[in-house]
């Protein structure tokens, strides 16, 4: 894999941010497609809360899995901000759908193509990513979400344990700086995007949402899986025994590229 660290001016943002992008290695003859002006299929990969663009890279083996499926990976910070626009005024969601697309559309070689591009993301970034493609379904060929922050407004109702008190107060912090006092926007929660599908018959790519059953967020990931699976979409739901950690989301985009509609083998 060839890696690729950018940093560069946002002017959704208003300051200098990074993104981390990688391409498969060219082992073998490789052209061009003028006709499509495409070299790899794209995944846009977001991280969780806590993190930045390097956290896929350093802790789990994205690099070779991409690898293996001739996949372009971008992978972008988005701070704390739930890959949204928030009521500080920070333009993630609109960098994110926006201007991120455009900017690598021009430096890489990558197809525009709904039927090229994925996004995935893991807790917050999984989030990000159900609220981008529910909201520009018509832009991806799949979605993916790893115990997912699927219902920002039920984190408080989560399965915190007794020693979690600290963490679950850092997250009621962070979500008032993002969604502001009243911490949501009900138009960004992804099951009012699903109700806005439906009722646009918007057509919503396959959705994969995977789920360790000693995660905390376990109960609102099921209750998305029943909601998009009541009305008839295209969802994959899968469980194993894991929680909110590497482990997981290692094994999970894995699984998740494997089950995406790709259609490159390694170079």
Known sequence: MALFQCNFYSKSLGYDTQVNVILPENRGDYSFDESRNYCFQVLYLLHGKGDDCNGWLRKTSIERYAQSHCLAVIMPTGEDSFFTDTVSGKLFFTYLSEELPQKMGRWFPISNQPEDTFVAGLSMGGYGALKLGLTYPERFGGVGAFTAVTMPDQVYEANWGPNDAEDREKMEKNLRNVFGEDRYQQKDLPMCLLDRCVKE??????IFL?????????????KFYRKAKDYGLDITYEEWDGGHNWDFWDAAVKKVLDAFPLKNEAL
């Open 201 to 206: 018959k918007k057509k919503v790519p396959p």
């Open 210 to 222: 995977y789920e360790g059953r000693q995660d905390l967020l376990y109960g609102m990931n099921q």
